[in-house]
């Protein structure tokens, strides 16, 4: 598998700084798959991630995830992979409406404090210029309690240190 992969808009579907799990059959949960739970509305353990096939993986990874229609299709399909392969319902998760990484006018205090911490700032024109998953990839790596050390790695790759 090519874990730099592009979706149809050739943005990458994984990041450069997920390379040591995705290329290892996607043993942990990319960032691609955690934007569309976001979507969806199901919180995933990694303890159910472990125990789906590479093959379903990929899906999650691959399978659109944009329109209310596809949305709805990837929470069934994401449903039924749990319940089948740990023999437990899917936890559902309250849907935000209006998240961080899609305010173009406005950075989280807790992402210019962790930008700081790596000595560096995010200007608005910087934000901007993201395209979402990659300001979503940023707020997930900054929040507190987080492993964080992929967070100045990302940075990096995104042209923002």
Known sequence: MNW?????EGYP??????EDFVEDNIRCIPMIVRFKLDACGIKLKLAHWSKFTAGERKQLG???????EQINAYRLFLQHLI???TGHEA????????PAWADGDRILPDLQQQARQIGTEISLSQWRS?????RFALLKL???GHENRNFP?????FGLK
Do not use: G, N, S
């Not at 790695?153 to 790759?157: H, T």
């Open 62 to 68: 691959d399978q659109p995830c944009v329109t209310a």
């Open 91 to 98: 936890t559902l998760l309250e849907i935000d409406q209006t």
């Open 4 to 8: 730099y992969d592009v979706d149809k």
């Open 83 to 85: 319940e089948v392969r």
């Open 130 to 134: 993201l395209y979402l998953l990659q």
């Open 142 to 144: 900054c929040r507190p």
């Open 13 to 18: 579907r994984y990041f450069r700084f997920e």
């Open 153 to 157: 790695v990302a940075m990096k790759e």
